[in-house]
């Protein structure tokens, strides 16, 4: 229970329907003070995730459900795995998904440690996702499959964040608002009297106080200038640090006239930032890339419930693949695999397409197959 709308009329739909709830707060990293400058260093350490303020919410809305509410201290994990890896990939040239490695390895891995030394039966989150039972009709045994499918609301859907969930926990997770859409989740807490049905939703890093992450990248890393390029090889402009860039990136490049321009490219060896000023570059666009460390959600699909190219299938294979969280899914191939990367092809050019970030493949009804990180 963060503490948000979401998680807590998960909480009230699950006791409606009569499971023994209990609560975890989860307390995560905090940046120390003494990495932030300024006056106001106390405000910028304050993050959005589990603030006292954040706690004293969840304890609230515990105390109306009358439920119990524990608290976890997760902040080692949390920084091992999810703001070292954000800072490592940064310093790689990469743009990373904290939310997929917080899933990952603290939602989805830690608490469901705590899940079982508590002898709960499953978990719970305020996912606007689905998890849907099938049977396994390629199997003998017809084993019991767990699909994991996008939330009802579209516009709210976080199947995108989930792609590397297993059978294992899929089999034991619950996603109790999957079925409704966020108007309907406001008016359900509102109905229950929990104080925070009207609560403004995060935005941005939870680790990072301020709404763009420029700032705590700056705090956290050591910047070093370099020069800008545009594509024809000529330098127009000084950059403040690689790290702070992402490729199709248009806010913050800070060249004066000809704009506005975009981030193409970063050579990290010559310490170059590469862009342009043409919105049809065709460096900014790609046919092909290759997706690797991918898991699949369900190892040996049946063909007729989800094409997958797991269990064997057959190359090439028809997909939907989304490249960004925002973006909506576009169709490609998977034309061939080596090892645990695949290569795949777009049925049409895409802009923008960045090292680090998740691409995630769903079938024509909204199905999870899988997902992995982009690499080039």
Not at 61 to 71: G, K
Request: hydrophobic content about 35%; aromatic content about 10%; overall charge positive.
């Amino acid at each position: 229970m963060s503490s948000g709308v979401d998680s807590s009329v998960a909480a009230v739909l699950l006791k409606k329907q009569g499971y023994d709830v209990v609560g975890v707060f989860m307390h995560f990293w905090k940046e120390p003070a003494s990495s932030a400058d300024g006056p106001n260093q106390s405000e910028l350490v304050e993050n959005k995730c589990c603030s006292l303020e954040a706690q004293e919410d969840a304890r609230k809305v515990a105390q109306i459900l009358n439920i119990p509410l524990y608290t976890a201290n997760v902040a080692k994990e949390f920084k091992k795995e999810v703001v070292d890896y954000y800072l490592n990939e940064l310093k790689s040239g990469r743009t990373p998904n904290p939310c997929v490695a917080c899933n990952k390895h603290i939602k989805f891995n830690f608490l469901f440690k705590k899940m079982l030394e508590m002898k709960a039966d499953f978990i719970a989150s305020g996912h606007y996702a689905q998890v849907r039972e099938s049977r396994n009709q390629k199997s003998k045994s017809k084993k019991q499959v767990y699909r994991l499918f996008q939330g009802k609301d579209s516009k709210k859907d976080q199947s995108y964040f989930l792609y590397n969930l297993n059978q294992k926990q899929l089999k034991r997770i619950i996603f109790p608002i999957g079925k409704y859409k966020k108007p309907e989740i406001r008016k359900i807490a509102r109905k229950a009297n929990l104080p925070i049905f009207n609560k403004d939703e995060s935005q941005g890093i939870c680790f990072a106080p301020e709404k763009y992450p420029t700032d705590f990248i700056k705090r956290n890393l050591k910047m070093k200038k370099g020069k800008t390029m545009d594509t024809d090889g000529n330098i127009i402009g000084t950059h403040e640090g690689l790290a702070i860039y992402t490729i199709g990136q248009r806010r913050g490049i800070n060249i004066g006239g000809g704009g506005p321009y975009y981030v193409v490219d970063k050579d990290i060896k010559k310490d170059l930032l590469i862009v342009t000023n043409k919105e049809k570059e065709a460096k900014l666009y790609k046919k092909e890339v290759t997706v690797e460390n991918v898991n699949w959600v369900v190892k040996n699909p049946a063909r007729n419930a989800a094409q997958s190219v797991a269990g064997g299938t057959k190359f090439p294979l028809k997909t939907n693949m989304k490249i960004r969280y925002r973006k909506p899914a576009v169709r490609a191939i998977i034309k061939s695999k080596k090892g645990n990367k695949y290569r795949i092809e777009f049925k049409e050019l895409q802009k923008a397409v960045t090292p680090g970030q998740s691409a995630v493949f769903y079938s024509n009804k909204g199905e999870i197959l899988g997902g992995g990180i982009i690499a080039g």
